[in-house]
């Protein structure tokens, strides 16, 4: 299987940290946030290569890869501007050809076993075209809550809403189905969000699986001060 790795933001929230570091080369307990999910991947066997995008302080992105342990199961696309988190997905089609494709955001910290959440998607039921790791947020509001059927199967999807109806939430980490890619694909305009143009359309056609492991969003300055706390004893 491939993977996409968005990683191509401005990361403005983790200001000044960002002014001169791109997002997923902030480092947590000194490692870059990226590396850990190249690790995190490759050591799983079940991802053969992995694409980054760039865009903001590209070139520390490009040096960075080109010297990594894995950097020949590594490959760069370079966004002159932004495309959104699905316009990626779109833009290198050919890439990912007809399998199915993990996506995650780089600027996350996880845990979760790889393994197990393909499992998963290869056991989901029959309608389910992607599978979505979710988790316990303890900040519900700054992210995608999603509602279950007794199948773990999404039927609702609130993102970013001022009151949600719970804690279990959208960790940006998918498997697609060919299918999903397609639908991409075939949707007009270059800029085009994952959140707010693909979830929403594939509510009850999407199976979640809770990964029950640590995983947090790099976002804030908070965020990344709880992640480093966090690490020393997960890493």
């Not at 050591?43 to 865009?55: F, I, K, Y």
């Not at 903001?56 to 966004?79: C, F, G, M, P, T």
Request: aromatic share 8%; hydrophobic share 45%.
């Amino acid at each position: 299987m491939r993977a996409l790795l968005l990683a191509a933001g401005l990361g403005t929230r983790l200001h000044p940290i960002t002014e001169s570091v791109p997002k997923c080369l902030v480092p947590v307990r000194g490692r870059p946030l990226i590396d850990y999910w190249f690790d995190h991947l490759f050591a799983s066997a079940m991802v053969e290569r992995v694409l980054v995008n760039t865009h903001y302080l590209a070139r520390q992105v490009e040096d960075h890869v080109a010297n990594s342990d894995w950097a020949k199961r590594i490959d760069l696309v370079h966004e002159s501007e932004l495309l959104g988190t699905a316009g990626t997905i779109k833009a290198n089609r050919h890439y990912f050809g007809s399998g199915e494709l993990l996506v995650a955001h780089a600027d996350n910290l996880t845990t979760f076993d790889v393994g197990h959440f393909f499992a998963a998607h290869a056991a989901r039921p029959a309608r389910c075209a992607m599978t979505m790791l979710t988790f316990r947020t303890d900040d519900p509001r700054s992210c995608g809550i999603v509602e279950l059927d007794a199948s773990d199967v999404v039927i609702g999807f609130h993102e970013k809403v001022e009151d949600p109806p719970g804690n279990l939430a959208n960790a940006a980490v998918y498997v697609f189905t060919p299918e999903v890619a397609d639908f991409v694909a075939r949707l007009d305009g270059h800029v085009i969000d994952l959140s707010t143009e693909i979830i929403p359309h594939f509510v009850g056609r999407i199976l979640a699986f809770d990964g029950r492991g640590y995983h947090r969003d790099i976002g804030t300055i908070e965020s990344l001060r709880r992640a480093n706390e966090d690490a020393g004893r997960l890493f």
